[in-house]
């Protein structure tokens, strides 16, 4: 059932609070908006359901930039979807997801779900895996730390997001799927509520310099005191990790596996490839589980198509079909490499034909498309075209999304 009946529109700036306030209803949280979450808010990219006076729905994008094989695009950062628990299911999230994907300016749309049944019918789909942590540091044997020289150094919060930002653009140059921060955007995302805290310390943050002291590493991590009946106890709970150079990975990881008083070490965003499972003798002790993280949307899937690069030289057409956005239906030539892409309509016969989910699960390089055709979901016209396709949307590096917004 779809309720029309409701008005959908953009919020105005000083509905931020309301805003607020009905997604944390939603979410079952308490609502504590600051100053900074006030001017972070783009208003006109703020939907709403209205019932009479009351906010009965919302739905924000934000505008950001992500990674991805080869670049770093603009995408909607889609966040804050929440109906009141009053007016569920009766279609306002497809209203607003519908409004929301047709005004989207940037070629693709991302979000973390909350569930992954909601999603997948407005054409998201999960392009990157995540991998947790819980280590048993008992059981982990991490290797001794690489002698490369350098060192790790505390730093104050205020000072964090001028050290930390050039590190995190340059990771975004290594790694599809990281989120960029403007300046505001780091300092949201070092604000530590206390009671957003749940027992632990206040957040640490490490930088590794090397040795002719240039940073080329941080660690966000947070403890928190436990004692067990064989003695101390204390959890560690790293929030983020990132190292450009091999000496500074070695000496963060090995500095948080090796902390004296700790059993257990939490770390909720790592790549399916992520190099610490090489540094610890016992990688069964990372106790790893793979967890759904980002999903994409492609809205414009020509345009999506050409702001990427290809492992592989490709030359392919495409058939795609969009339940949602009209403009995405049709045969397109996507031609490219590894330094250029293009993607046009085109008339030609298709090689493969697929939904715009299985082009958007496979955008960011950490899913193929080959997975997709053992169950039908990918059909391949053109001998060979599945598995030279699938090559060259693949990338040396998983894509990891290492912030839940
Ligand atoms: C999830 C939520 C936004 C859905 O809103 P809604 O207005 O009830 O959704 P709709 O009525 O438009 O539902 C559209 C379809 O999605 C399905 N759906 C809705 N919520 C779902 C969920 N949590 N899991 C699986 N399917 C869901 C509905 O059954 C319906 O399916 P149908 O078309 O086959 O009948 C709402 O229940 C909510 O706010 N939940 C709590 C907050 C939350 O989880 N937000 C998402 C943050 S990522």
């Not at 994907?101 to 997948?120: D, H, K, Q, T």
């Not at 050039?166 to 921060?181: H, N």
């Not at 058939?319 to 996507?334: Q, S």
């Not at 955008?363 to 060259?392: D, I, K, M, N």
Request: glycine share 8%; hydrophobic share 40%; with cysteine.
């Amino acid at each position: 059932m779809v309720n029309s009946e409701y008005e959908l529109r953009a919020a105005t700036a000083d509905e931020h609070d309301r805003f607020a306030g009905l997604f944390a209803a939603a979410m079952m949280f308490e609502s504590t908006p600051t100053d900074l979450d006030r001017e972070l808010f783009e208003p006109k990219r703020a939907l709403v359901a209205v019932d009479g006076d009351q906010f009965i729905a919302s739905a924000k994008a934000m505008s950001r930039d992500l990674s991805v094989p080869g670049g770093v695009v603009p995408a909607a950062h889609v966040t804050a979807v929440g109906v009141r628990a009053t007016h569920r299911r009766q279609g306002i999230l497809s209203r607003l997801m519908s409004r929301q994907l047709r005004e989207v300016p940037e070629a693709l749309a991302v979000l973390w779900a909350s569930e992954p049944g909601i999603y997948g019918r407005f054409g998201y789909a999960p392009a990157a895996w995540g991998v947790s942590y819980e280590v048993d540091l008992h059981r982990v044997m991490p290797h001794p730390v690489y002698r490369g020289g350098g060192r790790i150094e505390e730093v104050l919060a205020e000072d964090a997001p001028a050290q930390l930002a050039p590190m995190l653009r340059e990771l975004q140059a290594k790694r599809p799927g990281v989120s960029g921060r403007s300046e505001q955007r780091w300092r949201r995302q070092l604000e530590d509520k206390p009671e957003n805290r749940g027992g632990r310390t206040a957040r640490q943050i490490l930088v590794h310099r090397d040795e002719a002291g240039a940073l080329d590493g941080y660690a966000l991590w947070r403890g928190k005191l436990s004692w067990g009946p064989a003695g101390p106890a204390n959890e560690v709970t790293v929030e983020e990790l990132v190292a450009l150079e091999p000496t500074a990975y070695h000496a963060l990881w090995h500095h948080l596996l090796t902390l004296d008083l700790a059993a257990k070490l939490e770390y909720g965003n790592a790549a399916v490839d992520e190099p610490l499972q090489q540094l610890v003798s016992n990688p069964v002790a990372l106790s790893r589980r793979l967890t759904e993280s980002l999903w994409v949307r492609l809205t414009d899937v020509p345009r999506a198509l050409a702001q990427r690069r290809y492992a592989t030289g490709v030359d392919v057409v495409i058939e795609v079909t969009d339940d949602l956005l009209e403009a995405n239906n049709g045969r397109f030539r996507l031609t490219g490499d590894a330094e250029h892409a293009s993607c046009e309509p085109t008339e030609s016969a298709s090689d493969l034909s697929l939904s715009v989910n299985e082009l958007s699960a496979a955008y960011l390089g950490g899913r193929p498309l080959a997975e997709f055709a053992a169950t039908g979901r990918v059909t391949e016209h053109t001998p060979g075209a599945l598995s030279a396709t699938t090559v060259a949307f693949s990338w040396p590096v998983a894509p990891v999304s290492l912030e839940i917004f």
